[in-house]
């Protein structure tokens, strides 16, 4: 018999959504959408089949980092299982004692409704199964922001999990912790989309065209001011990690000293801070160990003391 205390998961995965995502992620942004209306024939389909074998989605990484916040009680995946796109997928799920929740569509690539069904669905088990500690969400859209405050009102931990570059910020900031995929244990990282790649040699041939007096332009290549335009919006777009991280932990610690009156603060408190402030905080995603690796890399702006087994940190002297 479980303990009273034992925590206990559900877990709610739009398919179609990591799908897509994940798919966008290799192949390049709004690739699925257009690679499935092009299959119209054999050669075509078959085309496609291979670019969703490159793409393909690890469903036991992601059960397996569910079962890591406690017992499973119910795991569910909303899809039209009908479809070739998603019937490829029902060993791997059935093995893994996954419902298979059937969803048919109104017309052809139109919305399934997962949203509808899985928030529904959601918040009725809440009620079912007062016991529930858990609720991860398996989806990057936004339309599953009302659903995860509703969780967190209802008192449960809520963790998000989405595919990079399409999972909303404002998920990750209504969730009590947002993870991406790609950062799960075991997940190889992604091939870089093709269309990234030929953004890179895009400015690889403008930066060896400064060195020439001639250059030859394709018809179909952009005008050197407008790929320039597109270059500097796209790195706008992005944003360094690594900063980021870093603006998150100087506030963390200021908050946590103006909160607590003190300069030294427990390492444990600090990280509990961030994940706060950015559910999507992972010291792992950036490359550490552990969290105490992640300050030692900040040695120019923290001070650890690691003297006894409570870690303290604080920000270092500016002065």
């Known amino acids: 018999m479980a303990e009273p205390a034992a925590a206990r998961v559900a877990v709610y995965i739009d398919f179609d959504n990591i799908v897509i995502g994940r798919y966008d992620q290799v192949h390049g942004r709004n690739s699925y959408h257009r690679d499935r209306s092009r299959a119209t024939d054999a050669t075509a389909e078959a085309e496609f089949a ?24 119910l795991t569910r995946a909303y899809a039209d299982w009908s479809a070739a796109v998603n019937a490829a997928y029902r060993d791997q799920l059935v093995s893994r004692a996954v419902d298979l929740v059937q969803l048919f569509p109104a ?5 399934n409704g997962a949203d509808i069904r899985l928030a529904v669905d ?7 199964l007062p016991d ?21 009102r209802l008192g449960r ?34 091939p870089r989309p093709a269309d990234e790649a030929s953004g890179d040699e895009r400015r690889s041939t403008r930066r060896s065209g400064r060195r020439s007096s001639k250059r030859i332009v394709a018809v179909d290549e952009p005008l ?19 900063g980021a991280a870093t603006d998150l932990l100087v506030r963390a610690l200021r ?12 390492n444990s408190a600090v990280k509990t801070q961030m994940k ?20 030692r890399s900040r040695g120019d702006l923290v001070e650890l003391d690691e003297s006894s087994t409570a870690r303290l940190v604080r920000l270092a002297d500016q002065g």
Do not use: N
């Open 107 to 111: 017309a052809a690539y139109a919305k």
């Open 132 to 152: 529930l500690t858990h609720v991860v969400i398996v989806a990057g859209d936004s339309d599953y922001i009302a659903l995860a405050q509703r969780c967190k």
């Open 276 to 295: 706060r402030m950015d559910p999507s905080f992972s010291e792992r995603a950036l490359g550490y160990r552990s969290f105490s690796d992640f300050l």
């Open 50 to 73: 291979e670019r969703l074998g490159q793409a393909t989605v690890d469903l036991g990484a992601i059960i397996d980092f569910a079962s890591s916040f406690g017992t499973l009680v």
């Open 157 to 190: 931990y809520v963790v998000g999990i989405g595919v990079a570059g399409s999972t909303s910020r404002s998920l990750g900031a209504a969730c009590d912790e947002l993870v991406t995929y790609d950062a799960l244990p075991g997940v190889p990282q992604p």
């Open 224 to 242: 050197p001011e407008a790929a320039d335009a597109d270059a500097q919006a796209d790195e706008e777009d992005e944003e360094d990690p690594q």
């Open 122 to 128: 959601a918040v009725e088990d809440m009620f079912r």
């Open 255 to 266: 908050l946590g000293q103006g909160q607590d009156d003190a300069d030294w603060l427990h």
